[in-house]
């Protein structure tokens, strides 16, 4: 990648693409839950993301250009806790389908709590390097749409994994029940 020679002008580029290879995660990321998640609302606002992301990319793309950069293609690593090895394993193993969709809708709230963050940061930068406005307000933009997303997130996780939660217990019973009715059939 070569910038202009300005330094101010290359800092801002820098952060730009920095911004852009989280949002590249990003889409990858939202892809690969679209295809696993296992919850019709969840699926639905995170394919409502997935545009929004995509154009975010765009976005920061055409300021990269219109600033003299070349937009990164590389994808930077979205902050995702990862728990210690023997829980991983435990947790991996042992978890149903509607457990996992509930640790990875919790993960997605931490990564869109922490791209606002970075579009937070992003902004006060490109302000203190008195950057043109078409940029700050490119960013204001994603910064707003990474916001909205993460209030959903938060305001509807709880009620959609306590929904997720109930119906596996209820498919529990059901299934201990049919169990019981077999084994009460088996012995009559």
Same mark, same amino acid.
């Given at each position: ?132 406005? *078409?940029?700050?307000? !490119?960013?204001? &933009?994603?910064? $707003?749409? /990474? =916001? #909205?997303? @993460? ?15 109930? *119906?596996?217990?209820? !498919?529990?019973? &059901?299934?201990? $029940?049919? /169990? =019981? #009715?077999? @084994? ?5």
């Amino acid at each position: 990648m070569i910038y202009p020679f300005d330094r101010s002008n290359m800092i801002a580029l820098v952060g730009l693409n920095l911004a852009l290879s989280y949002e590249n995660a990003a889409v990858y990321r939202l892809e690969k839950r679209l295809s696993e998640t296992i919850d019709a609302e969840i699926k639905e606002r995170l394919g409502r993301h997935l545009v929004q992301t995509r154009e975010q990319q765009g976005r920061l793309k055409d300021r990269i250009i219109a600033m003299g950069g070349e937009p990164i293609m590389e994808s930077g690593r979205l902050p995702i806790p990862e728990p210690p090895q023997s829980l991983k394993s435990m947790i991996e193993a042992g978890s149903s389908t509607n457990e996992r969709e509930v640790w990875e809708s919790l993960n997605d709230l931490i990564i869109e709590k922490a791209e606002a963050i970075m579009y937070q940061g992003g902004i006060q930068a490109l302000e203190l390097l008195n950057t043109e406005k *078409k940029t700050i307000k !490119a960013l204001q &933009k994603n910064l $707003k749409e /990474e =916001e #909205a997303f @993460a209030k959903w997130l938060e305001k509807n996780n709880p009620r959609i994994a306590r929904r997720l939660m109930t *119906k596996q217990l209820e !498919a529990k019973k &059901k299934k201990r $029940k049919t /169990e =019981e #009715a077999a @084994a009460t059939a088996t012995t009559s």
